[in-house]
């Protein structure tokens, strides 16, 4: 069965680095996502990305964040210069089309601690 | 934004027993999707429901929207200890879903 699939698992840092999380979506899907969920908490949107160009952002999705599709595949999350409170599990999800019923596919995360 | 409140904001229950999750909005919901996500993973979507009163099951689980479309409720029938983890609902009226806080479920054998 198709799955979107992100590395790093885990990716330690220390604050003010750069970190770029990556995620492959399901290959003829056409929407993709950035959420992430604090420790515990609830799962927080943070970016659409549709036709190479974001769609809509959250308020956590500052100046410090970027996505990009380089290529036909890959989908990346850049947070430029991270901070103790970026520590979270960070999960790419997908879907097919930009209809506003049908569920994301979401990868297995990846989860980033800042030091 | 829309906002949907999720409770309670966890639940243990005895193995056997039922368990029912609420998903409240203060305005009419387009569609409510259900996601699981068990300890340590991912959110695995469940069901969509979209047109007011529907009710879907699987299996021990049924699901509920409000004839309002303003509410939205997950039952497990007879739990099971792989009924474990956090239950999600999330509002899909844009292209972005909105999650509520989650209902932790823990089970105990």
């Known amino acids: 069965e198709p799955e979107v699939t992100q590395t790093p698992s885990h990716q330690v840092t220390q604050m003010g680095q750069e970190v770029i999380l990556r995620c492959v979506p399901i290959?003829?899907?056409?929407?993709f996502y950035w959420y992430r969920q604090i420790l515990g908490q609830k799962v927080e949107f943070l970016v659409s990305?549709?036709?190479?160009?974001?769609?809509?952002k959250s308020e956590i999705f500052d100046d410090q964040f970027s996505v990009e599709r380089p290529d036909g595949s890959n989908f990346t999350l850049k947070i430029r210069s991270t901070k103790l409170e970026d520590s979270a599990m960070y999960f790419c999800?997908?879907?097919?089309?930009?209809?506003?019923?049908?569920?994301?596919?979401f990868g297995e995360g990846s989860r980033l601690t800042v030091l | 934004g829309q906002q949907v409140m999720q409770i309670p904001q966890y639940q243990h229950v005895q193995e056997g027993e039922d368990f029912t999750t609420y998903c409240n909005s203060s305005?009419?919901?387009?569609?409510i999707q259900w996601y699981k996500q068990r300890p340590g993973g991912h959110p695995v979507f469940l069901i969509q429901?979209?047109?007011?009163?529907e009710v879907k099951k699987q299996k021990r689980l049924t699901f509920q929207f409000g004839e309002a479309k303003k509410n939205s409720s997950l039952h497990i029938t007879a739990t099971q200890t792989t009924d474990v983890g956090t239950y999600f609902c999330?509002?899909?009226?844009?292209?972005?879903?909105?999650f509520g806080k989650g209902t932790k479920l823990t089970v105990n054998p």
């Open positions: 990305f549709y036709n190479n160009e974001i769609s809509e």
């Open positions: 305005t009419t919901l387009s569609n």
């Open positions: 429901l979209v047109k007011s009163g």
């Open positions: 999800a997908s879907r097919p089309d930009r209809s506003i019923t049908g569920e994301l596919f």
């Open positions: 999330a509002e899909g009226g844009s292209e972005k879903l909105v």
């Open positions: 290959s003829n899907h056409l929407y």
